[in-house]
C-alpha cells in the first residue's frame, strides 16, 4: 500500500483486526457480539467511521458527508441482516442479504467511495466496507458455512494447488490464444516473492473470496444448487472484472476471470472454506503478476 506513514499503517492494523477477529477465533466472537443488548449490536458499527476520520483529518480531506456515509452504512447493514436473521431462519437467502451483497459489490467494483479516500489509499476504503459486512454477516446474520476460518488445514492447501494445477493449462492456453498473457522471465528474490504472495492473499484474494464464495455462492447454493450456484456465481466473479486494465469493457478479462472463478468455486465448497479458494486465487495471480 502506498503511503504507508505511520498513521496509515495503524488505520491498516485497525481495520484488519476485525477480520482477524472473525477469522481466527469467529466462534467465541460471534458468541459474544450475541450476548450484547440489541442496540449495542446496532451502533458498535458506527465505529467503523473510525479509519475514515483518522485517514481524512491527518490528510486534510474530511468531508462530513461522507463521515456521515461511514456511521451509518455499517448500522443499515447490520439493521438489514439483523431483521434477514428472523425473516430467514434457515439462511435460505433474501431481499436484504441480495440488497447488501449488491450494494457492497457495486461500491467496491465501480468506484463509488474512492474519491473520499487520499490516492493510494482507496484500499482502506474496501477494507471499511469488508469489515460492515463481516460484522453483519457473521456477527449478527450468523451466516453458516462461510468457511471464514483462517486456523489452517492441510486440506486447504492440497485442495488449493490441485485446483491450481486443474486450472493453470486451461488459463494458459487460453490466455495465450486471446493474446491476454505474455510469458516473460521475472524472477524475483525469495523474500520479495513471499512478500508478494502474502499480500496478494491478504489484500486481493481472501477479500474477492469472502465476498464471491463465503457469501454469494454460499446463499446462491441453498436455492439453486452446488452446480448452478458455481457458474452464477463465476460468472458475476468474472463480470466484476470488466473494467482491470481497461478504460472499455474487457471481455477478455471477463472470460478469463469467470473460468477461474469456476475453480475458486470448486476449491471453496469441498470444504466450504475460504482459506483454501484464497490459496488457490493467491497464487495464480502471483504467477501471473511475475510470468504473466
Known amino acids: 500500500m502506498q503511503n504507508a506513514t505511520p498513521i496509515v499503517i495503524a488505520v491498516l492494523a485497525l481495520e484488519l483486526a476485525p477480520a482477524a477477529a472473525f477469522g481466527f477465533d469467529g466462534e467465541r466472537v ?3 457480539i ?33 463521515m456521515t456515509l461511514y456511521i451509518f452504512l455499517p448500522v443499515i447493514v447490520a439493521a438489514l441482516l439483523m431483521q434477514a ?11 436484504r442479504d441480495a440488497l447488501i451483497l449488491l450494494t457492497l459489490g457495486l461500491a467496491v467494483d465501480l468506484r463509488w467511495f474512492d474519491s473520499a479516500w487520499p490516492d ?29 476460518d483462517f486456523r489452517f488445514r492441510w486440506s486447504d492447501w492440497k485442495i488449493g494447488f490441485r485446483e491450481l494445477a486443474f486450472f493453470a493449462p486451461v488459463v ?8 491476454f498473457i505474455n510469458p516473460h522471465a521475472n524472477l524475483p528474490s525469495l523474500a520479495k516473492a513471499i512478500l508478494s504472495w502474502v499480500g496478494i492473499f491478504v ?6 473470496e469472502l465476498f464471491f464464495r463465503a457469501w454469494v455462492q454460499n446463499l446462491l447454493e441453498r436455492r439453486l444448487g452446488r452446480n448452478m450456484a458455481l457458474v452464477i456465481a463465476s460468472i458475476l466473479f468474472g463480470l466484476s472484472h470488466f473494467n482491470k486494465r481497461s478504460a472499455h469493457f474487457n471481455w477478455r478479462y471477463v472470460l478469463l476471470a469467470t473460468v477461474a472463478g469456476i475453480f475458486y468455486g470448486r476449491a471453496w ?10 490459496i488457490t486465487h493467491t497464487c495464480v495471480d502471483w504467477l501471473w503478476s511475475w510470468w504473466f
Open 34 to 66: 450475541s450476548h450484547w443488548p440489541r442496540l449495542l449490536r446496532l451502533l458498535i458499527p458506527t465505529l467503523l467511521a473510525l479509519p475514515y476520520a483518522v485517514v481524512a483529518l491527518h490528510h486534510h480531506t474530511f468531508r462530513r458527508e461522507w
Open 203 to 208: 489484500f486481493i484474494a481472501v477479500l474477492e
Open 120 to 148: 493510494g489509499l482507496r484500499g482502506l476504503g474496501n477494507l471499511l466496507l469488508l469489515d460492515a459486512g463481516l460484522y453483519g454477516f457473521l456477527g449478527i446474520r450468523h451466516l453458516s458455512g462461510t468457511g471464514f
Open 30 to 32: 460471534i458468541a459474544a
Open 269 to 278: 465448497r469441498v470444504e466450504k472454506r475460504v482459506a483454501a479458494s484464497a
Open 172 to 179: 494458459i492456453a487460453a490466455g495465450l490464444a486471446l493474446g
Open 85 to 95: 436473521s428472523v425473516s430467514d431462519p434457515e439462511q435460505r437467502g433474501n431481499w
